[in-house]
Nanobody
Framework: QVQLVESGGGLVQAGGSLRLSCAAS????????MGWYRQAPGKQRELVAS???????NYADSVKGRFTISRDNAKNTVDLEMNSLKPEDTCVYYC??????????????????WGQGTQVTVSS
């Protein structure tokens, strides 16, 4: 079992920045892939960014060049630095963990565990 707890969401003006953090705990030896996905009301989940334990990263086209994902394997944490935020980035953001690394790049359904979500609101 893996528990994921996110922090760092909030309200920011367009063009601003936010940093999301996620800490994983529980009974596991390692997590192959960690990621962030988001879901707006009435829309499908979108995998925003993902990162392997070896440091390989993948981003959705909508956030490339603006968002940066990083992780600390020793601390079992993953962060998402979000810059140049746009109103369309307004969503609940979820941290996710794929223990086994089923494929690369992953899809949303590959993740076994996810957190409770943190709201990001970007005002225009």
């Amino acid at each position: 079992q893996v528990q994921l707890v996110e922090s760092g969401g909030g309200l920011v003006q367009a063009g601003g920045s936010l940093r999301l953090s996620c800490a994983a705990s529980g009974s596991f030896s390692s997590i192959n892939t960690m990621g962030w996905y988001r879901q707006a009301p009435g829309k499908q989940r979108e995998l925003v960014a993902s990162i392997t334990s070896g440091g390989s990263t993948n981003y959705a086209d909508s956030v490339k060049g603006r968002f940066t994902i990083s992780r600390d394997n020793a601390k079992n944490t993953v962060d998402l630095e979000m810059n140049s935020l746009k109103p369309e980035d307004t969503c609940v953001y979820y941290c996710a963990a794929d223990l086994y690394g089923r494929r690369w790049p992953p899809i949303v359904d590959d993740f076994d565990y996810w957190g409770q979500g943190t709201q990001v609101t970007v005002s225009s």
